[in-house]
Nanobody
Framework: QVQLVESGGGLVQAGGSLRLSCAAS????????MGWHRQAPGKQRELVAT???????NYADSVRGRFAISRDNAKNTVYLQMNSLKPEDTAVYYC?????????????WGQGTQVTVSS
């Protein structure tokens, strides 16, 4: 099966930047949409950004203009460049991907990576 491995989370001061990475591996035939969701303590999970195989991007209003999502199809990897970080960006960030694997359709989540933004 396809699996997703995330990296790049950490502790950063407000106004700083981080770049998250998520690499897909396994029996991949093709990947359709890749993206990022986040879950803050005591808050509902929310979509952060997505990018399709054709390069179409979508952002939550709260991050538009500050975050940028991109993907490297050769590496089966999606990135999230996070700039001008705010304390309210603190959350566990989860990578997601969907597409086709050798066994059929897949929809997968990564394990999550913690992003903490201090005041």
């Amino acid at each position: 099966q396809v699996q997703l491995v995330e990296s790049g989370g950490g502790l950063v001061q407000a106004g700083g930047s981080l770049r998250l990475s998520c690499a897909a591996s396994g029996s991949i035939v093709s990947i359709n949409t890749m993206g990022w969701h986040r879950q803050a303590p005591g808050k509902q999970r929310e979509l952060v950004a997505t990018v399709t195989s054709g390069g179409r991007t979508n952002y939550a209003d709260s991050v538009r203009g500050r975050f940028a999502i991109s993907r490297d199809n050769a590496k089966n990897t999606v990135y999230l460049q996070m700039n001008s970080l705010k304390p309210e960006d603190t959350a566990v960030y989860y990578c997601k991907a969907d597409g086709w694997e050798t066994g059929g359709l897949f929809y997968r989540w990564g394990q999550g990576t913690q992003v903490t933004v201090s005041s």
